[in-house]
Nanobody, 124 residues
Framework: QVHLVESGGGLVQAGGSLRLSCAAS????????MGWFRQTPGKEREFVAAISGRGGSILYVDSVKGRFTISRDGAGNTVYLQMNSLKPEDTAVYYC?????????????????WGQGTQVTVSS
């Protein structure tokens, strides 16, 4: 059973930074892509970033390119999302996700394991 636990969310002023972490168990190593999605009330969960099993392939949604960086540790058990130059529109619950294949996608339904989410609030 895959278990994902996010941490690092919080309240930050616009222009500030946060670093999210996601610790995985049950499905670890370089064979599995992982991603970050976010959701605000009343809206669908949307793709933010994803990284391949070995970290060589990375995807971002256009709205975070140049501001967010996804990475994972050498063992492949933890994935990070460094968020810089945060904007109020980045406010959301951020979810970590894992899929049973090494290559990353931006499609919600390609991921079959999810964390509980962590709140990120950016004040103006």
């Amino acid at each position: 059973q895959v278990h994902l636990v996010e941490s690092g969310g919080g309240l930050v002023q616009a222009g500030g930074s946060l670093r999210l972490s996601c610790a995985a168990s049950g499905r670890t190593g370089s064979n599995y892509a992982m991603g970050w999605f976010r959701q605000t009330p009343g809206k669908e969960r949307e793709f933010v970033a994803a990284i391949s099993g070995r970290g060589g392939s990375i995807l971002y949604v256009d709205s975070v390119k140049g501001r967010f960086t996804i990475s994972r540790d050498g063992a492949g058990n933890t994935v990070y999302l460094q968020m810089n130059s945060l904007k109020p529109e980045d406010t959301a619950v951020y979810y970590c996700a894992s899929r049973g294949s090494w290559y990353p996608t931006g499609q919600l339904y390609d991921y079959d394991a999810w964390g509980q989410g962590t709140q990120v609030t950016v004040s103006s």
